[in-house]
């Protein structure tokens, strides 16, 4: 860019020698200050919803007489016309007009003349920019949602394969109790369920009016706010007309939901690398989602999955970027609030990435059985199943039959044996009550059957956790 062309005309040259706001100015906007100005170059993403909601703007006013009927007809054509334009990537876009809402009204005018310059009649950049934004947020909410359902339905599937495939449930990453495969991966459907039903949440407050609060006082026209804010979906249009244009914590709990999925979406992709790895194998990663190396022939990467648990990085930070801009903003609008886009933006590809790569990994799950059923039965995994019999059948308290099993394990590690494989006498050292029905507790299959308490890893649970959840995706 050359920093030293300070003058820049094209304001005063568009549409036909009349600038959108340079009235009252001699010359030009620096280049400079056109750079730092333009949003053209990310809110061009915003085309069909600026259109949409002129087209809305424009019937209302010629419903309420502000405009006549021709120059509404007129409005609508040329504004199909500016769209099919755009589509067909016919607009040239220039910074000198700053952003989308100029490139589309600029355009009206050169294609449709006088009627097109009516449009703006009571409303503002600021109502509009608002309108538009929360336009595309619902957008992006309800394909959010649609992807939501395909990663739901893919956990539900693999969760059902798998009711009664055990493995190691770990805290602290220790082996604790063996637990189902399919228990495990309908952790991360709960998970992801409340941020769908967050999302959905979120999109109760997006989805408010703020088209004809205008500049930030409201105007002086018969507008019809109603009209407006049904014609483009909205539930109602937002009541003050100062927080209308300023408003954007539906940007900022929007930016939340997805900072929160992503750290849900973090944690079972950080489980797969683990899985993944030749120190646990409880899955083969698919070649769809591996990578090889360039110089280690024998490796298959999880690539995918280390992605997915790094781009939260970007998505709260998204979400911080958001916050920071807003803080300390007073009433109303304020140019800072042009920052809010990029980073919505850039937080919905990233999310929609990261969603589409972690369905098809669900997809391709392969499990390996034996490894992660071995696996379950290492560490004394089933010493809590010990103390519960001691309780349940030599009436114990469970104090007392956690020490004595503690006792069993140190017998257990010294002898290198599993509780399964300890003599039956080893135990009677211990406690002298201990009868061989003790052995049908210390299975890991006997084990995750037991935990039939509601909510519990069972593969009984697991199946009715499965239909329920499949009839509430439904
Ligand atoms: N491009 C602007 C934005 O995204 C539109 C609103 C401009 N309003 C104004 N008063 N300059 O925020």
Redesign the pocket.
């Known amino acids: 860019m050359d920093h030293k062309s300070d003058k820049n005309d094209a304001v005063e040259q568009q549409a036909g020698g009349q600038s959108m706001w340079g009235g009252r100015f001699a010359s030009g906007p620096s280049a400079i200050m056109q750079e730092i100005n333009a ?1 053209i170059g990310f ?1 061009k993403r915003l085309y069909r919803e600026d259109i949409a909601g002129s087209k809305a703007h424009a019937s209302m006013l010629a419903s309420v007489g502000v405009i006549s009927q021709p120059d509404c007809d007129a409005i609508h054509k040329g504004l199909d016309q500016v769209a099919a334009e755009i589509e067909a990537g016919k607009m040239v876009f220039d910074p000198a007009l ?4 100029m490139h589309v009204e600029a355009r009206l005018r050169e294609l449709i003349g006088d009627a097109g310059a009516r449009l703006h009649t009571g409303r ?3 109502d ?2 608002a309108t538009d ?1 929360r336009l595309w947020t619902r957008g992006a909410i309800d394909a959010l949602d649609a992807q939501f359902a395909g990663l739901l339905g893919a956990l539900i599937d693999q969760a059902e394969k798998h009711a009664g495939t055990v493995m190691p449930g770990f805290t602290h990453l220790q082996t604790a109790q063996p637990v189902t495969l399919g228990h495990h991966l309908m952790a991360y459907h709960e998970m992801l369920s409340r941020d769908r039903a967050r999302l959905s949440d979120c999109r109760a407050r997006v989805n408010e009016s703020p088209l004809g609060a205008a ?1 930030l006082a409201g105007t002086s026209f018969p507008i019809d706010r109603h009209m407006t804010a049904e014609a483009l979906g909205f539930d109602r249009p937002m009541a003050n007309s100062l927080d209308a244009v300023s408003a954007r914590d539906f940007a900022l709990e929007f930016l939340s939901v997805l900072s929160i999925s992503a750290v849900h979406l973090s944690r079972l992709a950080d489980e797969i690398v683990l899985w993944a790895s030749a120190a646990f194998r409880f899955l083969t990663l698919s070649d769809a989602y591996s990578t090889g190396s360039s110089i280690m022939p024998q490796k298959r990467n999880p690539d995918a999955a280390e992605l997915i648990r790094a781009k939260v990085g970007r998505i709260s930070g998204s979400m911080n970027g958001l916050m920071m801009v807003m803080k300390g903003l007073p009433l109303a ?1 304020s ?1 800072d ?2 920052e ?2 990029e980073p919505v933006f850039q937080a919905v590809d990233d999310f929609e990435l990261c969603l589409a790569a972690m369905t098809g990994m669900i997809e391709d799950l392969k499990p390996n059985a034996d490894v992660m059923a071995e696996a379950a039965g290492q560490s004394f995994s089933t010493a809590t199943d010990l103390a519960d019999w001691l309780v349940r059948v030599l009436n114990l308290p469970f104090r007392d039959a956690h020490h004595v099993t503690g006792s069993v394990v140190k017998a257990a590690e010294q002898l290198g044996v599993d509780l399964k494989d300890l003599p039956l006498e080893a135990m009677q050292t211990i406690e002298p009550r201990i009868t061989s029905d003790v052995f049908d507790v210390l299975s890991v299959e006997a084990s995750v059957s037991s935990r039939t308490s509601f909510g519990g890893t069972a593969p009984e649970n697991v199946k009715k956790a499965v239909t329920a959840a499949r009839k509430a995706l439904k």
């Open positions: 949003s809110d700053e952003d989308i809402h503002s950049r600021n509009q920019v934004f500049a609008y140019k609030m042009q809010d886009k």
